[in-house]
């Protein structure tokens, strides 16, 4: 089973050494999609959404929401943000019954990132 949900936040960036317009400075409302795969435990959920709203609010959303991600990530493609993401939630989601499964970086409707954890 997997349990999905969805954040958004707006941040700046802008990419170093690019050939084109997203060298410089903009923004984007990006979409974080965090998904879950496990089985049900306590209360007969897999991970209470609650709660999982709150941490990725307290890890994550407050670092990147109205700020420049390239104070914290050098070059911040939405691979780099997705692997950055995947790399502080996973040892936080995880539990005896529920872990990380997928991480979604949209950066606009049409181009985003999925990533599973592992590099190609
Ligand atoms: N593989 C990647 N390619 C690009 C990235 C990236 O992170 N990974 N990032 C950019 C730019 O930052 C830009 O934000 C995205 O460009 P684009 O999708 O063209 O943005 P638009 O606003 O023009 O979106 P449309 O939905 O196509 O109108 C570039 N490439
Ligand atoms: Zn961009």
Aim: net charge negative.
């Amino acid at each position: 089973m997997i349990l999905v949900k969805e954040f958004e936040f707006d941040a700046a960036h802008n990419l170093i050494n690019y050939h084109g317009k997203c060298e410089r400075l903009h923004g984007h409302t990006y979409k974080l999609v965090v998904k879950l795969e496990g089985i049900r435990g306590s209360e007969d959920m897999i991970y209470d959404f609650v709660d999982l709203k709150n941490l990725v609010k307290e890890h994550i959303l407050d670092e990147f929401d109205h700020h420049y991600i390239n104070e914290f990530i050098e070059q911040p493609t939405a691979e780099n943000i997705a692997v950055y993401i995947w790399n502080r939630l996973a040892p936080l989601v995880k539990t005896e019954n529920a872990h990380l499964c997928e991480i979604q970086v949209w950066e606009t409707k049409t181009s985003g990132i999925i990533y599973h954890g592992e590099e190609a």
